[in-house]
């Protein structure tokens, strides 16, 4: 069973505009961690935030937001004041607490528009 | 600081040729060691994962195999590859778990 859906195959967003990437998961397990990584052209898995299921408060790191609803199981990558250079595919990710296995969603293409 | 180096970059090989894809990771001990593979346009497949030397966990039957020789090296390996192994291959590494994952910068491979 998918694990991780990712449900935006692409997005567009103005330049200097915010944009949301969608990701819900799937697990009964109470202990474990998402991630979102970003994949230019180039091919790198660059990494960006991290959310601990445990964490009371939604992860940021700079112009990266992450909008955790545990009920709901999504982990939303929220990106601020777009620029050019984060045009890239974006990847959702989870990892267990006692696990050694990450799964990854199939990615959203993202296109900032100038 | 933590690095991870992955060679080559760009591999072209024929069909049936062997296949050696080579990752090593500097700055850190006992890493947890892992290999995808992304289709064109497509997401990440775990290939294999090793948590320690010459521990290897298989998470997709193929012609690949791979082995920990060292600590921090992971090798990819094909006895005669196919043209369905072409792909874009990724090394990366990890600490304890539930800790971000680490990529090398891939390696695309191309079957003729």
């Known amino acids: 069973a998918q694990k991780i859906t990712q449900t935006q195959p692409g997005m567009f967003v103005q330049e200097k505009e915010a944009v949301t990437l969608d990701c819900t998961y799937d697990?009964?397990?109470?202990?474990?961690?998402l991630f979102w990584y970003k994949q230019p052209s180039s091919g790198e898995m660059i990494f960006l935030i991290y959310?601990?299921?445990?964490?009371?408060q939604n992860a940021t790191e700079g112009r990266y937001s992450l909008n955790f609803q545990k009920a709901r199981k999504s982990a939303n990558l929220v990106i601020s004041a777009s620029q050019l250079g984060d045009s890239a595919m974006y990847f959702c990710a989870m990892s267990y607490y006692t696990g050694n296995q990450f799964y990854f969603g199939t990615g959203t293409s993202l296109t900032v528009i100038p | 600081s933590q690095t991870i180096h992955q060679w080559p970059a760009t591999l072209v090989q024929p069909v049936g040729s062997p296949l050696s894809l080579e990752c090593t990771v500097e700055g850190t001990s006992n890493p947890n060691l892992y290999w995808y593979r992304q289709a064109a346009g497509r997401g990440l497949q775990l290939l294999f994962y090793s948590v320690g030397i010459g521990q290897i966990s298989s998470e997709v039957p193929q012609n690949l195999s791979a082995s920990r020789p060292q600590d921090r090296q992971f090798i990819l390996s094909s006895k005669k590859l196919l043209l369905s192994d072409s792909g874009f291959y990724l090394c990366a590494w990890s600490g304890t778990s539930n800790q971000p994952q680490h990529f090398g910068d891939g390696t695309r491979l191309s079957i003729l």
């Open positions: 959310q601990g299921s445990y964490d009371q």
């Open positions: 697990t009964s397990d109470p202990s474990y961690g």
